[in-house]
């Protein structure tokens, strides 16, 4: 008997009384995996003048690796990522190099972040920041060529939306 009130309140269209809202919140924020289209970058703030602002899209892919982690994967880009409700963090990578044995004395370090958050489960945003380091005598030779001062620091930021 039960089993069949059941169906009968499920073909009626009733509910368990709670808002669509509700329902979501109590099944948290499900992020679409796939590929994702990227607009063109636009910079944030450029000290180390390395933004390239592009007219182009690119694709980015999201992949889920565990409950609040997904792999984020690009042409040049693959890092892991935490979600905190609907905003992320990746991991920071690191560059070294040594320029010491070619005969000068500088030393780049280059570190890169990724952070944004989505508005949807289909729709956010994505920043890049660029910290450069330069230790070495040899360093005010390129702050001169780049015309920059080190530290320097680079940010550009991308809007995304689920491609599929």
Known sequence: MR??????????????????????????????????????LAAVTDG?????EGEDSFTLNIAM??????????SELDVS???SDQDFTCEEEE?????TAK?????????????GSFDTETAGSLTYTV????????????????????PCESAATTTLSFAG
Request: glycine share 10%.
């Open 95 to 99: 560059d070294v190099q040594d320029y």
């Open 65 to 74: 690796t565990g409950d609040d982690t997904f792999s984020l994967t690009g």
């Open 3 to 40: 089993s069949w009130l059941g169906l009968v309140l499920f073909a009626l269209g009733c509910d368990d009384g709670k808002s669509d809202t509700a329902q979501e919140e109590e099944e948290g924020f499900a992020l679409s995996e796939g590929d994702w289209s990227a607009s063109p």
């Open 81 to 83: 990522c935490t979600l």
């Open 103 to 115: 005969g000068a004395d500088v030393i780049l370090t280059t570190r890169f972040t990724y952070a």
């Open 48 to 52: 180390c003048n390395i933004v390239e």
């Open 131 to 150: 910290d450069v380091s330069c230790e070495g005598t040899d360093c005010s030779i390129l702050e001169t060529d780049y015309e920059v001062a080190f």
